[in-house]
């Protein structure tokens, strides 16, 4: 009889003693008085308050993006995500772009600025007049003092941090830094805390230039996930909001479309590539080119990373583009495969082929090889895209181009339907094919970056002490119906 009461005063210790907590009365008081209304807006606000203060205490967490667009460029080209910013908070679509460092949207003062888009949105514009959680970045901020690659920040009119740059097809923006709250879902483990917040650095566009003001392929912005410390990325990671990892699932069918998540997609056949150091973009050491299993005739010092070579993974490119050495060998390799099974046609100045049956049982399987022994696998979609109508009916060309300036780019044709991860703390760079139609396994952060499964978390405080109290009641229940004998 003893033992069990020993073991009923073990029950109540463990029910109020796990993790420091001691049996007491709490006495709660109403935040907001019960007489007295409260505006919908200052419930909001306090909501805000309490969610950056969750998500400060987060080990990791998943932020995910819907994805629309295609990486047909007959239909745009691109691939966009919507982001909500401000109080209250407006929505934008803006370009996935690997290849950049900074978010920026449309300011409502812009000027040379399309008012329309060829992608069937609406364009919205960010007034930072009207949003009650806004403020500007003055001169002697430290973002303004530092110089970032892809945006020399400068000291505007005013006192504010303005930035200016371009991209690689010629197009450029200009405008000031904001700092204001982006809304996200995030999920922890099997949970999801919705309409969470934090407050976040980013452009506000007031000029623009070359294909950015083409109403044609308008967007209201665009989403840069560089490493600079500057990008959504690097300025949510280094809060502890989200693991400094995020993935992109392109769906490469007519409809596009896809998904995005700032944090880690497994799965079993992934492959990883180490990013090549002190690079400011996504650069990986390829190494050769193989089509049909057989090995191209390159001098691998042409894939060789410095000033003005290397090889970079950019969402924000449409086509992918290889060096002069490589593309050459790369389409007469495709033509020498093919001839006995198709008619070659040469369409504005690119290799195309007449063919009367499904491409993947006519062009062969190419094989991009990178260091650590990670091959991209490219079915014939990956490297042909639709050219315009010739005599003989339509044909399929090769959609890479060729470049002179020694730097290869991987754009969408060869990103679309498979699985890539940014490892940002681990410094590589994951992938394996995937149909980006079905549901993603993905896993999170811990403090201590290890990466594990979201459907095995460890149990928290509370479910271990209910856990020792089912144990110490079954015992007891068992002792019971024994003394009972």
């Not at 452009?203 to 392929?217: A, E, F, I, R, V």
């Not at 390829?286 to 390159?298: C, K, S, T």
């Not at 090889?369 to 490219?378: C, D, H, P, T, Y």
């Amino acid at each position: 009889m003893k033992f069990l009461i020993l073991l009923l005063v073990a029950a109540v210790a463990v029910s109020g003693g796990v993790g420091g907590f001691q049996s007491k009365v709490l006495t709660l008081e109403r935040a907001f008085p019960a007489n007295k209304t409260v505006d919908l807006e200052v419930l909001r606000a306090r909501d805000r308050v309490r969610h950056a203060r969750m998500l400060q205490r987060f080990s990791g967490g998943i932020v995910d993006f819907n994805v629309a667009g295609t990486s047909d460029p007959y239909y745009g080209g691109l691939y966009f995500t919507k982001v909500r910013l401000g109080s209250p908070p407006k929505e934008f679509n803006v370009q996935i772009d690997t290849g950049s460092d900074i978010l920026w949207v449309t300011c409502s003062s812009c000027s040379n600025c399309p008012q329309s888009s060829g992608f069937g949105v609406e364009l919205n514009f960010y007034d930072a007049g009207t949003s009650s959680t806004a403020s500007s970045v003055s001169c002697s901020d430290s973002i303004c003092s530092s110089i970032v690659q892809t945006a020399d920040a400068s000291c505007l009119e005013g006192n504010q941090c303005g930035y200016k740059f371009q991209y690689g097809d010629g197009s450029g923006t200009s405008g000031q830094y904001v700092t204001d709250l982006l809304y996200f879902d995030t999920i922890v483990g099997s949970s999801m805390i919705a309409n969470s917040s934090a407050s976040i650095t980013f452009g506000c566009s007031t000029y623009q230039t070359g294909s950015l003001t083409k109403p044609d392929k308008a967007i209201d912005g665009i989403f840069g996930f560089g490493q600079h410390g500057l990008s959504i990325v690097s300025q949510l990671s280094s809060r502890g909001i989200t693991p400094k990892v995020f993935s992109h699932c392109l769906k490469g069918d007519g409809t596009g479309g896809g998904k995005l998540v700032l944090g880690e997609i497994l799965d079993p056949t992934m492959v990883y590539s180490p990013l090549v150091p002190s690079q400011p973009h996504y650069n990986l050491d390829l190494h050769n080119i193989a089509v049909n299993g057989q090995m191209l005739p390159i001098d691998p010092s042409v894939f060789t990373t410095s000033d003005n070579r290397g090889t970079i993974v950019d969402t924000g490119t449409t086509l992918t583009y290889l060096v002069e050495e490589a593309f050459d060998p790369f389409v007469n390799a495709i033509t020498s495969a093919v001839s006995q099974l198709t008619t070659p046609v040469i369409s504005k100045g690119t290799q195309c082929y007449l063919v009367s049956s499904s491409i993947n049982g006519v062009f062969p399987e190419v094989s991009l090889n990178f260091a650590g022994g990670a091959a991209m696998i490219l079915k014939p979609d990956n490297y042909l895209v639709h050219g315009d109508p010739v005599d003989g009916g339509t044909p399929w060309c090769i959609g890479f181009q060729k470049v002179q300036n020694g730097v290869s780019i991987l754009g969408d044709l060869v990103l679309k339907d498979k699985i890539f991860v940014y490892d940002i703390s681990k410094k590589r760079i994951g992938w394996t094919d995937y149909d980006c139609s079905n549901d993603v396994n993905v896993s999170i952060t811990s403090s201590k970056d290890e990466f594990r499964n979201a459907g095995e978390l460890s149990q928290s405080s509370s479910s271990r002490t209910a856990s020792v109290l089912a144990i110490l009641l079954h015992i007891i229940a068992v002792i019971l119906r024994f003394s009972l004998w």
